[in-house]
């Protein structure tokens, strides 16, 4: 396959880093008020309207985040911005910052914000994300709070949806924040999207037994592929796939639980 070149500039994979632990991150967000929390006000007036209620919890979610082990600053800056009771049904809002998944209809879910900012943070440690992201592939669109999420850290996101009612409930949910570089699609996730090929980044939010060979041809050099997979004893486990011209390094993190990778529409 001849790739295309990549939206950033490639580098050889670089090894995959265990689990970080707590730092004098989460001493630095320990301290930070809620008013005072390092969010640039243009980005909170393009995320939409904010709650005063959901302010403090919010920060306390994010507080939490860098207590487990989340160091970037970004990731955790995008988390603060990002108004996840925005995204579930208003009977769940109370749970929004909770570190919990929640549903969102037909089986769905939302993703933990821990399993969110960790994957995210995964991305941004790659070589692409050092030099500053390109194009990424969701897998997944849900409700769309990752993809809002990775609209902040990332020049485009494409984000896939097999179910028709939850493409159109992340279209809405989106709208009011009119994050242009977002690309809406409603296809078979386990094919990615060729169109946008190559990658610097694809993140699944489902997991098979294995990575669809499509998403490894589909990831531009230098590029990282983070997904859920089934690991031995039938639990999921965090896989990281990076691509060099070398081909592709598999290293295997934590256990995980998602939701099962579907083919076909809905």
């Given at each position: 396959?001849?790739?295309?070149?990549?939206?950033?500039?490639a580098r050889g994979a670089l090894p995959v880093?265990?689990?970080?632990?707590?730092?004098?991150?989460?001493?630095?967000?320990?301290?930070?008020?809620?008013?005072?929390?390092?969010?640039?006000?243009?980005?909170?007036?393009?995320?939409?309207?904010?709650?005063?209620?959901?302010?403090?919890?919010?920060?306390?979610?994010?507080?939490?985040?860098?207590?487990?082990?989340?160091?970037?600053?970004?990731?955790?800056?995008?988390?603060?911005?990002?108004?996840?009771?925005?995204?579930?049904?208003?009977?769940?809002?109370?749970?929004?910052?909770?570190?919990?998944?929640?549903?969102?209809?037909?089986?769905?879910?939302?993703?933990?914000?821990?399993?969110?900012?960790?994957?995210?943070?995964?991305?941004?440690?790659?070589?692409?994300?050092?030099?500053?992201?390109?194009?990424?592939?969701?897998?997944?669109?849900?409700?769309?709070?990752?993809?809002?999420?990775?609209?902040?850290?990332?020049?485009?996101?494409?984000?896939?949806?097999?179910?028709?009612?939850?493409?159109?409930?992340?279209?809405?949910?989106?709208?009011?924040?009119?994050?242009?570089?977002?690309?809406?699609?409603?296809?078979?996730?386990?094919l990615g999207f060729e169109k946008g090929a190559?990658?610097?980044?694809?993140?699944?939010?489902?997991?098979?037994?294995?990575?669809?060979?499509?998403?490894?041809?589909?990831?531009?050099?230098?590029?990282?592929?983070?997904?859920?997979?089934?690991?031995?004893g039938q639990q999921q486990v965090l896989l990281?796939?990076?691509?060099?011209?070398?081909?592709?390094?598999?290293?295997?993190?934590?256990?995980?639980?998602?939701?099962?990778?579907?083919?076909?529409?809905?």
């Amino acid at each position: 396959m001849t790739l295309r070149k990549p939206g950033f500039p490639a580098r050889g994979a670089l090894p995959v880093s265990t689990k970080p632990q707590a730092s004098s991150v989460h001493r630095q967000w320990a301290r930070l008020p809620a008013e005072l929390s390092p969010v640039p006000m243009a980005v909170r007036e393009s995320l939409g309207p904010e709650s005063v209620d959901f302010t403090s919890a919010r920060l306390r979610m994010v507080q939490r985040l860098a207590a487990s082990g989340v160091q970037h600053t970004r990731v955790l800056k995008v988390m603060n911005s990002v108004l996840r009771h925005q995204f579930v049904d208003s009977a769940l809002a109370v749970q929004a910052y909770e570190d919990t998944s929640l549903p969102i209809g037909l089986g769905q879910t939302i993703s933990k914000p821990s399993v969110v900012a960790r994957m995210c943070e995964l991305l941004l440690q790659s070589p692409a994300g050092k030099m500053g992201l390109g194009r990424i592939l969701e897998i997944g669109t849900g409700c769309g709070y990752q993809a809002a999420v990775l609209s902040l850290m990332a020049k485009e996101v494409y984000t896939i949806e097999r179910l028709r009612a939850l493409h159109e409930k992340a279209r809405v949910n989106l709208r009011p924040l009119r994050l242009a570089n977002v690309h809406l699609i409603l296809g078979d996730g386990m094919l990615g999207f060729e169109k946008g090929a190559p990658y610097a980044g694809i993140i699944a939010a489902a997991g098979g037994d294995s990575v669809p060979q499509a998403w490894c041809d589909q990831l531009a050099e230098g590029g990282r592929l983070v997904a859920p997979v089934m690991g031995p004893g039938q639990q999921q486990v965090l896989l990281v796939v990076d691509r060099s011209a070398d081909g592709f390094q598999r290293t295997v993190l934590e256990h995980v639980h998602f939701v099962p990778l579907k083919s076909g529409l809905g």
